[in-house]
């Protein structure tokens, strides 16, 4: 099942949504882990530090108040050893319960039972104080000296291993920080690649049928009517295809039709009219000189409006088989040059009428042609013929052959009213004739030129007009050799 151009747009899109969300979720989490990490070393590892700088000083500050102690006797809660041991206690527990690694727990414990034995020293030399006034102070006091020398050893100890896992998870976040930025600029990155990939394959399904499809519409703008148009595409543009085969064919049909309507009609009408001009002809002959003026004339209308539907008659019949295929050529190698100076004297007597000066003129040598003489002579006749229908009087008319690359170019140029752009495809329809300003469109049948394009089709080359409307006009037909 093909899917609607609303379906692809909106895949399309969640699928890139889904990619954004994904990495600014990755994004996010990252943070969150480096911010637990951070909270993790505030909480732990520097907690541990204070609490053993509050130890040392606390030791310390026993140090200090530990002789006014023993001396006296008598403790009080306001003396300031008690007070600094029970301190030391305090932040000794809290300390103990932060400690996270086995390490700094066993400093830790280290430390306590240090300061176990230096409490029990304390209280033994205030006991033996108490009994004996020359007991031996020295040894009591080296010990004492030994063993808060050891918890302070032991509290160095402890903070160096804070430092070491402070520096240790620092080192850490770096290369995670690290790794997740790669990882993010990697995620980024593909998005941006996948992204811009997903939105060309879709804008892709759906621009090539439409494309297929402006191509064929000016097919049919060239009355060029194949229903073929077969594309793999979003049921929105199938349905539109459907129908625009449904329209090609049903155009093929009335195109066929019109045709044989044309050529079946334009066969009979054909020799009933060549009777009729016969007729008026040998009347005229008939007649001779006694004839009055008023019948002379109505036979001579008579003669040239059975000519020109005979002309009409002939060039639909013409038209009608070539489009067909059923007309046949008789090519053969032949020169240009007497075919154009041909047309050329077969129009003068209307040109030197409207003093029209016609030019012919052949640059360099031109390549013999592969070609059916009358046909190209019939070509000719029509684009020199409308260059002097067209052209006022008193105006210019060209006519230049030129070897081109591997054939022959003419072009039939004129000083007449030009035709308007949007014309210049068009008139070489039938029956299309570009209404350019002071001509009647009655002039003629819009067949020529139909005719000329079919003629040249047939010899396998190209016609086609340069013109600008009041800057006259140039026809141009290449055949190849
Ligand atoms: P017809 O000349 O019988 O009308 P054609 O097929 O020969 O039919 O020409 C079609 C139309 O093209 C003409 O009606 C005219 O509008 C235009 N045309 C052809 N040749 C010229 C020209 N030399 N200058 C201006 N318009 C021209």
Not at 430 to 435: L, M, N, P, R, V
Request: charged letters at 25%.
């Amino acid at each position: 099942m093909k899917l609607t151009i609303l379906s692809r747009l909106m895949i399309g899109y969640l699928i890139m949504l889904a990619l954004v969300i994904t990495v600014s979720t990755y994004a996010i989490l990252k943070l969150h882990e480096f911010n637990t990490e951070n909270q993790y070393i505030l909480k732990i590892d520097n907690s541990l530090l204070n609490h053993k700088k509050e130890l040392a000083d606390s030791i310390l500050m026993q140090r200090q108040y530990e002789d006014e102690h023993i001396t006296t006797g008598n403790p009080s809660q306001s003396d300031a050893f008690i007070l600094a041991a029970r301190e030391f206690r305090k932040y000794l527990n809290e300390a103990s319960s932060l400690a996270d690694t086995p390490k700094k727990r066993a400093s830790l414990g280290k430390v306590k039972a240090y300061y176990e034995n230096y409490q029990s020293l304390i209280e033994e030399e205030t006991r033996v104080a108490r009994i004996n006034q020359s007991y031996d102070r020295k040894w009591y006091k080296q010990e004492k000296e030994n063993v808060s020398a050891e918890i302070l050893k032991k509290l160095e100890t402890l903070e160096g291993y804070s430092w070491q896992d402070i520096s240790n998870r620092l080192k850490m976040l770096g290369e995670a920080g690290v790794s997740a930025r790669s990882l993010v600029i990697l995620m980024a990155l593909s998005t941006i690649v996948l992204g811009t990939g997903i939105s060309f394959f879709i804008t892709r399904s759906i621009n090539k049928p439409l494309t297929i499809l402006v191509e064929k519409t000016g097919e049919v703008s060239q009355s060029i009517f194949e229903s073929d148009l077969n594309i793999s595409s979003p049921p929105e543009i199938k349905r539109v295809a459907e129908a625009f085969n449904l329209m090609c064919g049903k155009l093929k049909a009335l195109d066929k039709m019109k045709s044989d309507f044309f050529s079946t009609v334009s066969h009979e009408l054909r020799m009933p009219l060549i009777s009729m001009r016969e007729g008026a002809n040998l009347l005229s002959e008939d007649l001779g000189g006694l004839g009055t003026e008023k019948q002379k004339r109505l036979l001579t209308i008579l003669a040239e409006e059975g000519d020109r539907l005979i002309g009409l008659v002939n060039s639909l019949l013409d038209l009608s088989k070539m489009e067909a295929g059923m007309m046949t050529y008789d090519f053969q190698r032949a020169s240009l040059e007497p075919l154009i100076e041909q047309s050329i004297n077969e129009i003068s007597p209307l040109a030197e009428a409207k003093r029209i000066v016609i030019e012919a003129k052949a640059e360099g040598r031109l390549p013999r042609i592969e070609m059916d003489i009358e046909r190209i002579l019939q070509v000719l006749r029509n684009l020199v013929g409308n260059a002097v229908k067209f052209t006022p009087e008193g105006g210019e008319v060209r006519v230049l052959a030129r070897p081109v690359h591997q054939g022959v170019e003419v072009s039939v140029t004129d000083t007449g009213p030009g035709i308007p752009r949007e014309n210049l495809t068009i008139i070489f329809n039938k029956f299309e004739q570009a209404s350019a300003v002071g001509l009647s469109r009655a002039k003629g049948t819009g067949l020529g030129l139909a005719i000329v394009k079919q003629i040249i089709k047939s010899h396998r080359g190209e016609v086609w007009v340069e013109s600008k409307q009041g800057e006259g006009s140039r026809f141009i037909f290449v055949l190849p050799v």
